[in-house]
């Protein structure tokens, strides 16, 4: 089976064709390929926001989601995980995060995408900055993104 990176923090946006294609390979086991797609929102906590900025800290952040990754397919029956994550200044509408799962049947897949982005959305060291008409200001973990790991068995080091 050919091997592809399954973390990338890049600026550049992604190309959800040529992603999965890379993911798949040459793999003949593979029945079922679930991917998330994230996009940049125009609102957020009642607010319009024209430019969302996202940091992160090189090298950690690949390692966090790298376990996040292990823990996956630890988990479920999956064969291959890929998760693409931009950074810098995006607009609405633009593409944020893909995270890719293959497996040999839909259903792992489906959990294994679920899980990751849960785990991602709480535990991966990414800071977020909006701009609104009010000016700049972060954007803090969401309880409800809290209760959606812990469905999972894992609690939130949010706090």
């Not at 890929?82 to 890719?100: D, M, S």
């Not at 000016?135 to 209760?147: E, F, H, K, Q, T």
């Amino acid at each position: 089976m050919d091997t592809v990176a399954r973390v990338v923090i890049q600026e550049q946006d992604f190309d959800l064709s040529a992603e999965v294609a890379a993911l798949r390979g040459r793999d003949t086991g593979v029945g079922a390929v679930c991917c998330f797609v994230g996009t940049v929102r125009d609102r957020n906590d009642g607010a319009s926001v024209s430019t969302l900025e996202l940091e992160h800290y090189p090298g950690m952040t690949e390692k966090a989601i790298e376990a996040m990754i292990d823990e996956a397919m630890r988990r479920f029956d999956i064969r291959a995980a890929r998760v693409v994550h931009r950074i810098g200044p995006l607009q609405p509408q633009e593409q944020i995060v893909l995270v890719a799962v293959t497996s040999a049947h839909r259903g792992e897949s489906f959990q294994a995408c679920e899980f990751l982005m849960d785990y991602l959305k709480t535990q991966a060291p990414f800071w977020k900055k909006e701009q609104t008409p009010t000016g700049a200001r972060w954007v803090d973990a969401r309880v409800s993104d809290d209760a959606a790991l812990a469905r999972w068995g894992i609690a939130s080091r949010n706090g």
